[in-house]
């Protein structure tokens, strides 16, 4: 699909683009070709696109001959796909907002997210829906902080919460030229599976409120940070000793941006301990 082509629907379907939906328009079907055929879809698949746009995925997707779903907030551009897209019957489209709508059941997403609200959506797929792959397109900059290693710069609490739930491998990166508006960054492809082995910790909502704690300060010691995180909790800051005493005491000069999942997993089933005995509190910051 052409620019020329992208702005003429777009101004016969009356859609302004909205900076605050993050909204751009793959121009090269190579590329579309490339991210549906990572998907290894069949046709007993059910799958899910968010954010369809003018319909450059969604074109390849019908062509596989399973059931595509479909949700786009903008009005005008759900016209414009039930238009382009009327004799489509393995189509349904759903018009709402993909962090609000209810999800539906899918075996495989296929998606260029938009941008602004990659990160909330990415989450709600992992946490509230069960499928066999994703292939997802997001900013350059947030797909590497996803599949980040520890010790990389751009590890990060987005990285720990991410790979706690997902494994990713990259597939491509796409220039900015290859959409129209030409965003200001480039972008990457990953094909996400949902984690079904490795480190799990006793409790997961400790376990997101220790990376939420010590990765706000990610480049203290861990000592350190673990200290004023315990003490912002209203608990003795020297627990930070006793908790890491029971892990590895080389930890302790340790940055959290330094640490392996099963290290972090490791310090929450600690935390998590302390609290059953009695010894520590709730760990939600007021």
Known sequence: ???????????????????????TFLLN??????????????????VLEIGPG??????????????????????????ALRDIFENAENLKIIQGDALEVELPDASKIVSNL?????????FRLLSEMYFQCAVLMYQKEFADRLIANPGDSEFSRVSVNFQYQAIAEKIMGVKADEFYPV????????????????PKAKDDDIFHAL????????????????GIWLR????PRQLADKILNQMDERLSETRPRSLKLSQIVGLADVLFELQQEGIIGSLKEE
């Open 29 to 46: 079907k190579q590329i579309a070709r490339t991210i549906v055929k990572h998907a290894n879809i069949m046709p007993s698949d059910t």
């Open 232 to 235: 912002n909790l209203g608990e």
């Open 211 to 226: 990376v939420r704690g010590i990765f706000s300060y990610p480049n203290k010691y861990l000592r350190n940070a673990l």
């Open 1 to 23: 699909m052409s620019e020329h082509q992208i702005r003429s629907l777009l101004q016969k379907y009356q859609v302004g683009l909205k900076r605050e939906f993050g909204q």
């Open 54 to 79: 003018l319909g450059v995925l969604t074109s390849i997707l019908i062509r596989t001959g399973a059931k595509i779903i479909l949700i786009e907030i903008e009005p005008g551009l759900v016209r």
């Open 114 to 122: 938009p941008y602004n609200v990659a990160s909330q959506i990415t």
């Open 183 to 198: 965003p200001a960054v480039d972008s990457t492809v990953l094909k996400i599976k949902q984690r079904k082995s490795g």
